[in-house]
């Protein structure tokens, strides 16, 4: 599903973000991604999207590659349609906040959908597994915290990605609110979806037993050999 071989990265200031990576997440895998602050976290997940292209190496995600010896790089079509397949959210949320919550939902719904009956159908339905249902007609700033990432993660499933990208998605959120949406990741998992979690928390890589990938100074630490079996976990709190 994912694959990193030998790839470096280096900004134009000179600093080395990700150096000789090679890494494996198989399809239906719930991974965490952990290291500190600059460790490369953010700059490994843009390489999944395809926001970012290795300097070196290849990067391959449901079967689209970048990089390799010909440098190859997918055009703009190629990579819009690869994050059709990814969904993706960030700690700092980024929804739009001079429209609705289900207005925020649909925009995104309409990708690849042309009747209006059907987006809305979706969208209500990313809602309702969100818990936001009654919501639909706040905006974000009539939210808190918690309900803000569970509307970026509603409007993230709505269509049906079979990857789903967390950058640090509880960083701003309490212990309990970070339980409820870790949960939620969880629930994305067992329904067959790859996830891959950027995190601090050690509670949560502490009490599941997903594989930890461990980046430092943008060297791969550990983790990186990919699982040929899924283990069934309970959901925390479940």
């Known amino acids: 599903m994912i694959e990193f071989l030998h790839v470096q990265k280096v900004y134009e200031n000179g600093y080395p973000a990700l150096r000789d990576i090679s890494l494996h997440i198989d399809k239906g895998e719930f991974v965490f991604l ?14 999944i999207f395809m926001d970012l292209f290795p300097d070196q190496g290849h990067v391959s995600v449901a079967g689209m590659t970048s990089g390799g010896s010909s440098r190859h790089m997918p055009s ?3 990579v819009q349609l690869l994050r059709r397949k990814i969904g993706i959210v960030f700690q700092d949320i980024r929804l739009l906040h001079d429209r609705s919550v ?23 339905d990313v809602l309702a ?32 990605p079979r990857i789903f990208i967390a950058d640090e998605p509880t960083g701003n ?29 050690r509670s949560f890589i502490e009490t599941t037993h997903y594989r930890e990938i461990v980046l430092h100074d943008g060297l791969l630490r550990s ?16």
């Open 34 to 47: 952990t290291g500190e602050s600059g460790a490369g976290k953010t700059t490994l997940l843009k390489h």
């Open 76 to 78: 703009r079509r190629q």
């Open 102 to 124: 289900l207005e925020n939902i649909t925009f995104a719904a309409r990708i690849g959908r042309s009747r209006e009956r059907a987006v809305r159908k979706k969208s209500y």
């Open 129 to 160: 597994r969100v818990g936001l249902s009654h919501k639909c007609g706040n905006y974000p700033h009539q939210l808190s915290g918690g309900e803000q990432q569970r509307v970026a993660i509603a409007r993230a499933l709505v269509n049906d």
């Open 173 to 201: 959120l309490d212990y309990r609110i970070s339980r409820e949406i870790f949960a939620l990741l969880q629930d994305i998992h067992n329904n067959g979806t790859t996830v891959v979690m950027a995190t601090h928390e």
């Open 223 to 238: 983790g990186g050999e990919g699982r040929r079996f899924q283990c069934s976990v309970p959901l925390m709190g479940g």
